[in-house]
């Protein structure tokens, strides 16, 4: 079969996932590493129903923050979606991806939006990287495709994991995946921008307004508790794997407790032990967000405040959805906690009605 004839497209968006979107006779077109306000030549990939993802060909009219990536490997490589944009830019369009998934899935009218969290250090800040290594090649997959790309080094990573990724590449290795950190990790969950990470502390920190009674849902190794201990008479902590509740454990304070165990499992008789109008409640979920057993013992248990941290737009706009017919939102502040990707962090602060 022929392949289709280019496409005159000009891009009005940018979708949650990093394509811009362009509309043409009626149908959403996807097309990769483009800017709104752009006008480009791309070639249909793949037609869907309603909409067709398409690979660019040419920028006709480039935008004014259009720059040149500076990795040899962007483009082929999938980790990166926004290093042909200016740094400002991309942080304009994070936000306006949190606000409009909020408008459109948790079917908000309005977004108490506040200023996204810019990151210190827009290169270098990953402390870990995952690598795949097979038939004489390490690296990381394509972008949309299962062929991986010999990675030499990432300019996300910090030099330590860099070195280590020139080790293992000078290796012998057996085919598989290899995480690769700086030192300092540990066998459980960390966040991968210390610099963000800090300020998404502190952000949260901000948000807080109890004093009572801190339970930390997802509470990993007790990042977010120990950073807020000093403003709760007691910390509960509830996390299912168990070398981060050790971790936390280690570090804790006489008035910090932690438990081993899924959140579904034991939220609702830590809420149900303690006043719900003193009580704060922190979740952090992972990418899938709340399950619906989560949100029905939030809405039973009924604490006074919730803070939200969410690596998935989508997820919270669902969830919000749920959780808003009891509480009222505060607050959303984006952070950027990954810099040319299109991965986007959201701290939310609700208060129950």
């Not at 067709?52 to 490589?77: G, H, M, N, T």
């Not at 149900?272 to 939030?298: I, K």
């Not at 405040?305 to 009222?328: F, G, K, W």
Request: hydrophobic share 40%; charged share 25%.
């Amino acid at each position: 079969m022929p392949n289709p004839a280019p496409l005159s497209l000009e891009i009005h968006d940018v979708a949650f996932g990093g394509k811009g979107v362009a509309r043409h006779e009626g149908k959403v077109y996807f097309v990769p590493f483009t800017i709104p306000g752009e006008k480009i030549t791309a070639r249909v990939l793949r037609q869907k129903k309603n909409f067709a993802e398409a690979e660019l060909i040419k920028v006709e009219s480039p935008s004014p923050d259009r720059v040149e990536p500076p990795c040899p490997y962007f483009s082929e490589c999938g980790g990166c979606s926004y290093q042909h944009i200016t740094y400002a830019r991309q942080l304009q369009i994070k936000a306006a991806q949190v606000e409009q998934t909020l408008r459109r899935v948790g079917r908000m009218e309005t977004v108490p939006m506040r200023p996204i969290v810019a990151a210190p250090q827009p290169y270098g800040y990953r402390n870990r990287i995952r690598v795949h290594s097979e038939g004489g090649v390490t690296g990381f997959f394509a972008q949309d495709a299962h062929v991986l790309v010999d990675i030499e080094q990432c300019l996300l990573a910090v030099p330590e994991v860099n070195r280590a990724l020139k080790r293992l590449r000078d290796t012998p290795v057996r085919e598989g995946d290899y995480s690769l950190r700086a030192p300092g990790g540990g066998p459980f969950f960390e966040q991968t921008n210390p610099e963000v990470a800090a300020l998404l502390v502190e952000t949260v920190r901000t948000a807080v307004r109890g004093k009572g009674v801190l339970v930390d849902a997802y509470s990993g190794a007790g990042l977010f508790a120990r950073a807020l201990a000093d403003r709760f008479e007691k910390v509960v902590g509830i996390e299912e794997n168990f070398a981060a509740v050790e971790s936390a454990r280690r570090s804790a304070q006489p008035h910090e407790s932690y438990i081993a165990g899924e959140v579904g499992a034991h939220l609702g008789e830590v809420l149900s032990v303690h006043d719900a109008a003193q009580t704060t409640l922190l979740l952090d979920p992972p990418t899938e967000g709340l399950a619906a057993r989560v949100c029905d013992l939030v809405l039973g248990g009924a604490p006074a405040e919730v803070i939200y941290v969410s690596c998935n737009p989508a997820t919270l706009a669902r969830d919000l959805a749920l959780l808003r017919s009891s509480y009222e939102l505060l607050s959303v502040t984006p952070l950027d906690m990954f810099p040319q990707t299109a991965e986007i962090e959201v701290v939310v602060h609700l208060v129950r009605k």
